[in-house]
């Protein structure tokens, strides 16, 4: 039966499994989690948790992004740059090991202190994200993904089972860490040896300035959409209360639904876009493809839109309820972040990535401004007005400087009649009563489904010789 499948469904299924099998074992480990782990100690993991978030964007370097540019040539000359990329990776992440061992002390310094150990710990896992990032990237690159579905589904179940066998044991958060990092060490080792097999691992300091001239704005720039996304929770806490600030925070969760279900289709078409970009037919596959990208992120954010409100107010308590009002708009905000990256292609084949720091520099300094002056007088809507206005800037912005250097008929105003369907269906939940809301979604999502493929968004399967095609 998979065998009759296109090959990009497989791949997307591939993906799909693999992230419903982690998240999975995240949430049937929370009831464990939160036994085991004080209140004050699950803070001080959050805390730690976003510390890590950043200092894993500057130990990415942007490698992986570069991989998808330079590894996409053709032939010896793809295999070449590839390992290169991939023994700079290495170098990264030796130098952030190291980084990590120097920086551990500071841990008490913090706001919720930490041990030297914990940062140590915490740096292991950090320092190793661009050794496994870039070797994962290239199995998705060549198609391989069944082989990436296997790998993330045992690096997860192994992060897993070493965290509740430490939380049983009593070793608290440092526990959660050895865990993280113990499963993020065995996994590098693994990625490094299959990726000497398949193109060697090539420690090239004379690839480096170019490589880095690629990789670092991308990084930057990754900091500055960082910025975008989350600076304003430090504003609402200055000028809104804790119930409302809970609200929004639960309102973002359920918001990034969106994300997940469109994360299949992102892990097998920006690997690819650029080598398919310089094949014979490639500028309309790139088109295409980035339409039903399109297609798939208002359709994902319908999903979300409709259901967020209707779990708000039957799963949690009433003080929670008015989160179900921003949920539809922080969609749309993950809407311009998902159209931005789709229709951005001609910036990211730029021999360096300054475009793309320009942008989202850019950007994520309207959003700064926006907090500055709309939070303080209008709360968490004017947090969800500003970080609108900086993705907005940030998807034209994108959208602009790429038609100028790569032109591609993206079909702008179908995108947009497809957009303006999925805006009357998320307003359902906040027109109607909860049991009619729920009964009208399904139909909803069949129409705008329908409507999509009627657009020419979204590929109709037909069977070709007695094999499903996607067309």
Sequence with gaps: MLSRLPAALRSAGLYAGAMIWTKGLGLLLLPLVTALLPAAEYGRMELLGSVAEVAALVAGAGLVDTLYRFGSAHGAEGRRSAAQVAGLAVVVSLGGLVLAALLAPLGA???????????MLLGVTVALEAAIGVPLAWLRMQGRAAHYALLVVLRGTLHSALLGLLLWQGFGVAGML?????ASLLAALALLGGQMRLTGVQVAPAAWKHLLAYGMPLTLGGLAAFLLGTADRWFLAQHVDAAALGQYALAARLGLVMAFLTQPFDLWFYPRRI????????????????ATGAAVTLLAAAAASMAGPLLIQWATPAEYHGASVYVPWLCATLVMQSLGSLFNIGCYMQRTGRQSLLVNGGAGLVALAGYILLVAPYGVAGAVLATLL?????????????????PLEYGFGRVALLAVAVALAAALPQLLPPIPALLAAPPALLALALLAARLKLLPMPRRVGGRLALG
């Design 109 to 119: 310094r913090l706001p919720m202190p930490a041990s030297s150990l914990e940062v």
């Design 178 to 182: 050895a865990a993280g990092a113990a």
């Design 275 to 290: 080598g398919l970009y310089a094949e014979e037919t490639g500028r309309a596959a790139v088109a295409r493809l980035s």
């Design 390 to 406: 900086g993705q907005a800037v940030r998807l034209v912005w994108f959208a602009w400087l790429s038609q100028r250097s790569a």
